[in-house]
């Protein structure tokens, strides 16, 4: 059982530059999310789905856009990164119940 | 805005104490609670869950206690073992997880 799988797990980029981090569960769950997790911050919600084609912003979405269309990818996307963009970002996946099975995560540096 | 405070924000104790770490939350118009675990570098595995209707949740050496209308939940840790030691974050569900800081919990030999 794979669970969530994040990719990559180490990502640097100069600053103005693209990329997406990728998601991907195998639970058949509806709602996915990506967090990112700074010090003394505690984690963040940046995005969310609660199925194929539905994707809602959380409490810090400005720099990032999401989409899914499958009910098994999550991809998140950084346009133009920014060094506030420096952390370490999560994506989880839950059924209905709510109880959040995370990915190992992605640390991302900007420089 | 709901807003989650856990306190300490870290905790040194020698194995085999029981030990109580805190959860606040400001809204008490919550849908559960959850206790996760994060291992340095690693994610979060959830412990234990909350419904707003319960006021406990046990799972072996752990016990979460809930109390809605003073905004507070305890994660009680018994006979700690050096295992134990991680960074441990409550998470209240009011539509979406609104995460607490954590605990930065150590159990020495």
């Known amino acids: 059982n794979a669970g969530v799988t994040q990719t990559p797990k180490f990502q640097v980029l100069k600053t103005g530059q693209s990329m997406t981090l990728q998601c991907a569960q195998d639970?058949?769950?509806?709602?996915m999310s990506w967090y990112r997790q700074d010090p003394g911050m505690g984690l963040r919600l940046i995005h969310y789905s609660v199925g194929a084609g539905i994707t809602d912003q959380g409490e810090v979405p400005n720099g990032y856009n999401v989409s899914r269309s499958t009910t098994e990818d999550f991809p998140l996307r950084l346009l133009s990164a920014a060094p506030s963009q420096t952390s370490v970002y999560f994506c989880?996946?839950?059924?209905?119940?709510?109880?959040?099975?995370f990915g190992a995560g992605s640390r991302l540096t900007v420089l | 805005k709901q807003e989650v405070t856990q306190i300490p924000a870290a905790l040194s104790v020698p194995e085999g104490e029981n030990l109580v770490l805190n959860c606040s939350f400001t809204d008490s118009a919550i849908y559960n609670l959850q206790w996760f675990r994060q291992d340095p570098g690693k994610g979060l595995t959830s412990l234990l869950l909350?419904?707003?209707?319960?006021r406990e949740q046990t799972s072996g050496r752990l016990n979460a206690s809930l109390d809605k209308s003073s905004g507070r939940s305890t994660l009680y840790i018994a006979a700690s073992q050096p295992g134990d030691s991680a960074t441990y974050l409550c998470a209240v569900d009011t539509d979406k997880l609104i995460f607490g800081t954590g605990t930065r919990l150590q159990v020495f030999p």
């Open positions: 989880a996946a839950s059924s209905g119940a709510n109880v959040l099975t």
């Open positions: 639970m058949n769950h509806e709602y």
């Open positions: 909350i419904q707003s209707s319960q």
